[in-house]
Nanobody, 122 residues
Framework: QVRPVESGGGLVQDGGSLRLSCAAS????????MAWFRQAPGKEREFVAG???????AYADSVKGRFTISRANAKNTVDLQMDTLKPEDTGVYYC????????????????WGQGTQVTVSS
């Protein structure tokens, strides 16, 4: 199992950038798929980006071309680079993990962090 801990959230202006980082303590990080989700006020949590244990990645349509997910197995970390941020990107961002799976990358996560707040002002 992995225990994700997020960092890097904050307040940024429309069009700005932020980089979120997730440190996942535990064993066998390299055999876990990892992902970022977010939850805006009054809305359900939604998938943002995911990266397989093998390195392949996928993104929600709303962030394609603006966000980039990456992982460093040697450091047990997964990052989310967010560029050209918009007010609608505001929310609590969660890092999540699952044992390597053939499920769609947006589903099946069992290990969750506490979340980090991202606020984009207009």
């Amino acid at each position: 199992q992995v225990r994700p801990v997020e960092s890097g959230g904050g307040l940024v202006q429309d069009g700005g950038s932020l980089r979120l980082s997730c440190a996942a303590s535990g064993r066998a990080f390299m055999r876990h798929d990892m992902a970022w989700f977010r939850q805006a006020p009054g809305k359900e949590r939604e998938f943002v980006a995911g990266i397989h244990a093998t390195g392949g990645s996928a993104y929600a349509d709303s962030v394609k071309g603006r966000f980039t997910i990456s992982r460093a197995n040697a450091k047990n970390t997964v990052d989310l680079q967010m560029d050209t941020l918009k007010p609608e990107d505001t929310g609590v961002y969660y890092c999540a993990g699952r044992v390597q799976s053939t499920l769609p990358i947006s589903r099946g996560y069992v290990y969750w962090g506490q979340g980090t707040q991202v606020t984009v002002s207009s």
